[in-house]
């Protein structure tokens, strides 16, 4: 890991380095000279500014068609360093965060304390230590100035806010959208809110022997500190290259684990980021970090359940009709292509068993990024999607690809009719309790 720096926390300071870094990476593009350079250069900047900006940069490193074809290889190289472990920030800031949020000195919290951390995110960092008990824990600690360094890339984002709203159609309410946006980045910095979270998904998958989620432990933990059980396992790109069977295991829990919170419970975790699952010898899978939560309103939800019973059933004719209920569309050209999006956002139901892979979605990125064009439809159709859609698109994009690095054909439509099977939706296409 590089020397520990403190995080650049100033608006301008922050906005100079992205636009920076934008016109170097813009002109290395457009010339195709030295892409591996720009690619690197382009981590480190973003590695050191931590918070958003290194969170975009982590997903672009995993999400397929993120970055055009012909410079992915150079930019996924780099930026699976950024990936792996961000910069992290000086030892004595990081226990002064520690003391001041425990109240007493890390000698008297922990019984060992490991200074330099094993993990390096975008909001913080996380070090090994063990607790009187005997038992060994992942304590995480926000990087100090982090809250402000966030503050000020939002505020930046407010910009591209004002601007898009004097180009985009009346119909898209930008403010809503981006006040969705600015609440669940915000809610990664409570650590007593991710606590909590964690704890409703561990009861969630209570009985899932397949799905292991890390004990908290609450009276080492703030808003500022998250201690948890230490748990190791494979990475996904180790787990890649483990058998057929133990792969097809992975990628069915991965789906388990995403649609049962998400259809029985109104609640998915939006940050598939790979290293938030570590793959064990057994078939289980360890889930960490449940800082970003996107909650569904229960009209929603039920939307939700009858349009992936569609699927299941794959009835195309109730799949349109759920898919534009859910939608709250009115007709025209945006609800044809939007429904067209979310069936092909539904493929791996309609066609199970299927085989997510790279190019399948990158058919999926290239979809959302045709159907933004209905903005402007000449029959102006166009609706703005329900609250609580927004981070959606983060579970095609990040969770495909992961699952898409697996590279493995699973039933997911025989996954989803056991989640659904408590439900009278599967058999009559509303629910009835």
Known sequence: MKEPRAIPKGRLSRLTRLAALGAQTGVNLLTSKDNTSAALKAAEVLGNLRGLAAKVGQMASYIDGAVPEAYRGAYEAALLSLRAATQSSPPDAIRRVVEQELGAKIEKLFVTWENDPFASASIGQVHRATLDDGRWVAVKVQHPGIERAV??????????????GTVLPRAVDTKRLFNDIR??????????????NQRVFSRIHGGDAQIFIPDVVGHRSSRRVLTTELISGATLEAAANFDEVQRASYASTLWRFEFKG????????ADPHPGNFLFQPDNRIAFLDFGCVQPMEEPLRLAANVLHAAAVRRNEADFYSAATKMLGTRGGS???????????CFTPIFESPFQITSDYVKEVVLGIRALKGEMFAKDKSFVMPPRGLAFMNRLQFGFYSVLAKLNVVVDYAEIEREILSSNDVLQNGTFER
């Open 151 to 164: 503050e000020s890339d939002l505020r930046n984002a407010g910009l591209i806010e004002t601007m898009a």
């Open 262 to 269: 998400l259809l029985l419970h109104g609640l998915f975790n």
């Open 183 to 196: 609440a669940r980045f915000r809610e990664e910095l409570d650590y007593e809110r991710e606590a909590e």
């Open 334 to 344: 945006y609800e044809r292509a939007a429904v067209a999006y979310v069936r092909r």
